[in-house]
Nanobody
C-alpha cells in the first residue's frame, strides 16, 4: 500500500514556474514507477510525465516536453515535477500516481494522490 500527498500547486502567471512535490508513505517507494497526470475541467485525465523506479528513465507528454522535468529522491520518498515556461493550457488539477510497472495510461496506476490545483493566468 502506498499513500501519496501532492503539494506545491497554486496560481502563476504565464511564463512562470512552479514545482510540485508528491510525498509517498511506505518503505517500498523506491520499487515503484511514478507518474504525474493532470485533469482540466470537462476533460479526461491525461499523462504528463513518468519516471522509472531508479530515476534512470523519464517520459513526457509532447505538450510539456522541454518545459517540465520529473525527478525523484528515493531517500525522501518524494517525486517532483518542475514546471517552467507555463502556459494557460497547463491549468488543471495535477495528480501523482504510483505503480510497479508505470506507463502513460491512468489505468496502469494503482495508487493516486488527492491532487493539487495549478492555475496559469494569461
Amino acid at each position: 500500500q502506498v499513500q501519496l500527498v501532492e503539494s506545491g500547486g497554486g496560481l502563476v502567471q504565464a511564463g512562470g514556474s512552479l514545482r510540485l512535490s508528491c510525498a509517498a508513505s511506505g518503505r517500498t517507494f523506491s520499487s515503484y514507477a511514478m507518474g504525474w497526470f493532470r485533469q482540466a475541467p470537462g476533460k479526461e485525465r491525461e499523462f504528463v510525465a513518468a519516471i522509472s523506479w531508479s530515476g534512470g528513465s523519464t517520459y513526457y507528454a509532447d505538450s510539456v516536453k522541454g518545459r517540465f522535468t520529473i525527478s525523484r529522491d528515493n531517500a525522501k520518498n518524494t517525486v517532483y515535477l518542475q514546471m517552467n515556461s507555463q502556459k494557460p493550457e497547463d491549468t488543471a488539477v495535477y495528480y501523482c500516481a504510483a505503480d510497479k510497472g508505470g506507463g502513460k495510461s491512468p489505468a496502469e496506476y494503482d495508487y493516486w494522490g488527492q491532487g493539487t490545483q495549478v492555475t496559469v493566468s494569461s
